[in-house]
């Protein structure tokens, strides 16, 4: 199996710190700049860049704005940063996905030496005043950076931003150029997909996710995507989160018109699993009557048919983009996109008449 070659930053970070650690930089000396690196090692202004960024979040260096960057002493550390890690509620928190990407925050926390604390959003929710609930929550527990890791209206956010407190949202985009954000990037993916059911002859998929009760308004990622595709007719449904009754609802629904749905895609490894058993034990075989299909993470290895998302790297890089803004430092980019990957399972299969016959 071929290797995957370390990124050259993380190559770049490296050697500058095995050059502080043998004493070639002792404390108080200047690291080279950016220039230097740049001559020395014949990297880009931006690889140069993160690798002093990572070296300072590490506690190796300290950028002096104006006069460059110096070796920090070893026994001057900085303390752990508190952080809070926010979610919409305990059912949502225990998830697949939101399991996949708090490993990638936990293992990132150490090498950013935070001390991350989980915050429920219950007492926001009972507040005349959410926005005020939620920063007042913040204050009180010291939280110094957040990562909000379930969709968050922007109104709770408010008065934090205003407080001008870091936040980066996790696998969501915000109207708000103040959130900062990491997200999968399914666009280009879900072009693909579409192409693929089209060519095994679908015409007619219905596409289901579950959603919170709060309005979401200036979330970017709370809108219902684009699928439409000719020939092929896209139904998008939204359902309340863990709600069987209302998903054999939406499945029947489909499947007894004119001209039935042939697949069937659902938003998270939970909702596809609750639309498998839905379907066979409405006397349908997948995928020789309808085939089905999750975008998410799954906990092992699945025969489902998937659109993957990178959850733990998403939730990594998060936490590093919060490492960055408590650094003092802008981001390169407010929204980092990481692509998904379409992955192959055993539920994708051609459209078949067998679906007509059981009507």
């Given at each position: 199996m071929e290797r995957r070659q370390t990124p050259l930053y993380s190559r770049l970070k490296c050697a500058i710190r095995e050059r502080i650690l043998r004493g070639d930089l002792v404390p108080g000396q200047p690291t080279p700049s950016e220039a230097m690196l740049r001559a020395e090692f014949g990297v880009s202004s931006t690889t140069a860049r993160r690798c002093l960024n990572d070296l300072e979040l590490d506690g190796y260096v300290q950028r002096v704005q104006g006069q460059g960057t110096f070796v920090c002493e070893r026994d001057a550390l900085k303390s752990a940063r508190h952080i809070g890690i926010f979610y919409h509620d305990l059912v949502n928190l225990t998830s697949t996905f939101a399991a996949s990407v708090l490993k990638g925050i936990f293992d990132q926390v150490g090498q950013s030496r935070f001390q991350p604390e989980l915050l429920s959003s219950a007492a926001v929710r009972k507040s005349p005043n959410p926005s005020a609930a939620m920063a007042e929550m913040l204050r009180q527990r010291s939280v110094e950076g957040l990562l909000v890791l379930s969709p968050t209206p922007a109104l709770w956010l408010k008065d934090v931003l205003a407080s001008r407190l870091p936040v980066v949202s996790v696998n969501m985009e915000y109207e708000d150029a103040r959130v900062y954000g990491v997200i999968s990037e399914a666009r280009l993916v879900m072009e693909r997909l579409l192409?693929?059911?089209?060519?095994?002859?679908?015409?007619?998929?219905?596409?289901?996710?579950?959603?919170?009760?709060?309005?979401?308004?200036?979330?970017?990622?709370?809108?219902?995507?684009?699928?439409?595709?000719?020939?092929?007719?896209?139904?998008?449904?939204?359902?309340?989160?863990?709600?069987?009754?209302?998903?054999?609802?939406?499945?029947?629904?489909?499947?007894?018109?004119?001209?039935?749905?042939?697949?069937?895609?659902?938003?998270?490894?939970?909702?596809?699993?609750?639309?498998?058993?839905?379907?066979?034990?409405?006397?349908?075989?997948?995928?020789?009557?309808?085939?089905?299909?999750?975008?998410?993470?799954?906990?092992?290895?699945?025969?489902?048919?998937?659109?993957?998302?990178?959850?733990?790297?998403?939730?990594?890089?998060?936490?590093?983009?919060?490492?960055?803004?408590?650094?003092?430092?802008?981001?390169?980019?407010?929204?980092?996109?990481?692509?998904?990957?379409?992955?192959?399972?055993?539920?994708?299969?051609?459209?078949?008449?067998?679906?007509?016959?059981?009507?």
């Amino acid at each position: 199996m071929e290797r995957r070659q370390t990124p050259l930053y993380s190559r770049l970070k490296c050697a500058i710190r095995e050059r502080i650690l043998r004493g070639d930089l002792v404390p108080g000396q200047p690291t080279p700049s950016e220039a230097m690196l740049r001559a020395e090692f014949g990297v880009s202004s931006t690889t140069a860049r993160r690798c002093l960024n990572d070296l300072e979040l590490d506690g190796y260096v300290q950028r002096v704005q104006g006069q460059g960057t110096f070796v920090c002493e070893r026994d001057a550390l900085k303390s752990a940063r508190h952080i809070g890690i926010f979610y919409h509620d305990l059912v949502n928190l225990t998830s697949t996905f939101a399991a996949s990407v708090l490993k990638g925050i936990f293992d990132q926390v150490g090498q950013s030496r935070f001390q991350p604390e989980l915050l429920s959003s219950a007492a926001v929710r009972k507040s005349p005043n959410p926005s005020a609930a939620m920063a007042e929550m913040l204050r009180q527990r010291s939280v110094e950076g957040l990562l909000v890791l379930s969709p968050t209206p922007a109104l709770w956010l408010k008065d934090v931003l205003a407080s001008r407190l870091p936040v980066v949202s996790v696998n969501m985009e915000y109207e708000d150029a103040r959130v900062y954000g990491v997200i999968s990037e399914a666009r280009l993916v879900m072009e693909r997909l579409l192409d693929e059911i089209i060519a095994r002859g679908h015409r007619r998929m219905v596409a289901m996710r579950e959603v919170l009760p709060e309005k979401l308004e200036g979330l970017l990622s709370s809108r219902i995507p684009e699928l439409s595709r000719s020939p092929l007719r896209c139904h998008f449904e939204t359902l309340s989160y863990y709600s069987p009754a209302q998903a054999r609802a939406i499945v029947e629904k489909h499947l007894v018109e004119t001209e039935p749905a042939t697949v069937f895609l659902a938003y998270g490894y939970e909702l596809a699993l609750e639309v498998g058993h839905i379907l066979k034990s409405l006397g349908f075989n997948i995928p020789a009557d309808v085939s089905l299909i999750y975008f998410g993470v799954s906990p092992g290895p699945s025969e489902l048919y998937q659109v993957a998302v990178p959850a733990a790297l998403v939730g990594g890089e998060a936490t590093r983009m919060l490492s960055t803004l408590l650094a003092g430092h802008v981001p390169l980019e407010r929204v980092v996109r990481i692509p998904s990957q379409i992955v192959p399972g055993e539920t994708l299969g051609p459209a078949q008449s067998s679906v007509n016959s059981n009507q």
